[in-house]
């Protein structure tokens, strides 16, 4: 037993008549990955909040290094030795890397901070861990995948035992997802375990040893990578044999209906001559390294970022978009790629999430009518397979899948013309994500027409007619998505660097 850093025996937890976690077992030993997989809502998150003391758990015990634990909170854990880089990243962002790091353990000289002591330290972390870092840097001005990198030299810094990561390459460019492998590997050679929670197959089979799957609270599996396959994790997670990753793109684009003519942005970072047409009940997909600027063009479409010059027609019209209110009133809907920050209402129900951007459909001789909303809200939830107690649920309480679900099932309301998705299907399992797959195609079928931004190659692939690549905020090439392949999605995204 002394290999074992980490175990986990009999770990249950209810919410009221909900039970989430049921009788858990987990080992983690010395020097190992262990990677964490499930479906949103089979009780990962939950899980670790236990571990952390965010919950208080209804059974079973938790060892550290062979002995007993019991965290009151999360600064115990950390102190302890027990680290966590959460997928949605929480911040001091007008403070600088050196700020985030020590925030809440300031190091003293005579009663006042040593800033030249944290200076020293925070540049010998970096240098360490081989990371190009400026400690003055204030986190607002980096990249969301820049950020993430702060946060796992952070977990480091407190000397861990044990580091949870969760989803942690869902932000990061394929450069920066080779050098976190790089990172947990010198630190697995130095005794480091770790839990890592992914929905992404290939990676889990990369960089763990061994793999665990929840399934609706209860631990299906665990077996060493070497031992099982894809397949076997798939069914593990969704109760059911997924044969194919992604449904039939059958829908059949009708005549041009959205056409973009030379657009330009105003402020930084600029897009640069941006033109395409998508037609009437297309999936037209965008692809790009992080910061070629998919998602700025996505916003300038919805009203966000303003346009310089340029034209935006839709079915023959030129439209001119000065807000968001002005790109929904043309039947315009987004989901942001940032669900917590700028998707949802983090301290409001579901209802409220579902019904606030179409209040004008539920007023009974202009009045509010919370039967019209409820109605709605159930309607959705039905819908979209969405997991909760009720509609009056906080929407902060379900799984990261199913708070997504709940966004789109809130534009899904308005029955929009075009949908702009940003990364629809960021942190979300695989079962869910093939849900999401089949309602993009049945809306295309539909006559909608969907511009989808997506990280993942397999995917913009999987689920698209033509895709367009982005290089360095302009457009390097439009492909049918029958006729190409990774390679030159890659050669185009490189065109302009």
Not at 34 to 59: H, P, V
């Amino acid at each position: 037993m002394d290999d074992v850093v980490l175990e986990i025996k009999n770990l249950s937890k209810s919410f009221a008549k909900n039970r989430v976690l049921n009788g858990i077992n987990l080992t983690v030993k010395k020097g190992t990955v262990m990677g964490l997989m499930g479906e949103n809502g089979a009780g990962k998150s939950t899980m670790m909040k236990c571990l952390f003391g965010i919950y208080a758990k209804d059974e079973g015990q938790i060892f550290l290094q062979n002995k007993p634990v019991n965290f009151k909170d999360p600064k115990v854990a950390l102190e302890s030795g027990v680290a966590m880089v959460h997928q949605e990243l929480n911040q001091c962002l007008d403070r600088t890397v050196t700020d985030n790091l020590f925030l809440g353990r300031y190091p003293l000289k005579f009663g006042i901070i040593d800033e030249a002591r944290m200076l020293k330290e925070c540049n010998n972390l970096f240098a360490s861990l081989k990371m190009n870092v400026n400690p003055s840097t204030v986190m607002r001005t980096m990249s969301v995948s820049q950020r993430q990198m702060v946060e796992i030299a952070k977990a480091v810094s407190y000397d861990a035992k044990i580091i949870v990561l969760d989803e942690p390459t869902s932000s990061l460019t394929e450069p920066e997802v080779r050098k976190l492998f790089s990172i947990v590997k010198n630190l697995k050679e130095n005794g480091v375990s770790f839990v890592y929670i992914s929905h992404k197959m290939d990676e889990v089979f990369e960089v763990c040893d061994e793999v665990s799957v929840l399934r609706d609270g209860n631990m299906v599996l665990t077996k060493s990578v070497d031992d099982t396959n894809m397949n076997e994790l798939i069914s593990a997670m969704v109760g059911r044999s997924l044969d194919k990753r992604f449904p039939e793109v059958d829908n059949i684009p009708g005549d041009d209906y959205l056409e973009i003519r030379n657009l330009n942005t105003k402020f930084e970072p600029l897009l640069k001559d941006i033109s395409f047409t998508v037609k009437k009940g297309e999936i037209f997909g965008l692809y790009g390294l992080v910061g070629a600027g998919r998602s700025e063009l996505l916003e300038a479409l919805f009203g966000i970022r303003t346009i310089a010059s340029g034209e935006i027609i839709l079915d023959g019209k030129k439209l001119r978009f000065n807000s968001s209110k002005d790109a929904m009133s043309y039947n315009f809907a987004l989901v942001t790629e940032e669900r917590k920050r700028n998707g949802m209402f983090g301290k409001d129900t579901i209802l409220f999430n579902t019904t606030i951007t179409n209040l004008e459909s539920y007023k009974t001789h202009g009045i509010l009518s919370n039967q019209k909303m409820r109605k709605a809200a159930e309607r959705e939830v039905n819908i979209m397979n969405t997991k909760c107690v009720s509609v009056d649920e906080n929407i902060t309480a379900l799984s990261g899948g199913n708070q997504q679900k709940v966004i789109i099932g809130k534009w899904m309301e308005r029955e929009p013309s075009v949908f702009l998705m940003d990364e629809p299907t960021r942190g979300i399992d695989v079962g869910a994500k093939y849900e999401i797959y089949q309602l993009i195609i049945k809306m295309a079928k539909e006559g909608k027409t969907i511009i989808v931004v997506s990280s993942e190659m397999p995917e913009i692939l999987g689920i698209t007619n033509r895709i367009a690549v982005m290089s360095n905020h302009r457009l390097a090439g439009i492909v049918n998505t029958k006729e190409t392949d990774q390679e030159a999605l890659l050669r185009l995204s490189a065109k302009y660097l």
